[in-house]
């Protein structure tokens, strides 16, 4: 397995981008996983940040040449924070769920967050 990731943050923004491979030594048909990562973050103010994410993680088999599928993650987040209060919402898209193609295997959610601290 190998592993290369960086950030780098100027202002208010900060980027980010990992990769990574996992080599299965063909273990049920599966090769290697080859994954590219990256996100973006901006700072708005010292409460709210917005921030943008994108991951694609190719599944290799030693199958029949062109089996590869590739699963991909969108997602797009909004924090807010105020004092002990925090609220975070994220809209997220995946294609290729579980590395099988078709519609059923593209889903779309929402996942709101309230955080209270005493």
Known sequence: EQT???TYAVGGFTVGYQWSQENKKVHNGISEYNNDMWGVSFNVNDDLTVSYA???STQATSLAAGSDVTLEVDSIQLAYTMGGA???IAESTVDNAKYATGAANSMDGTTISLALAF
């Open 86 to 88: 925090s609220f975070r």
């Open 4 to 6: 290369v990731g960086a």
């Open 54 to 56: 994108n991951a694609e």
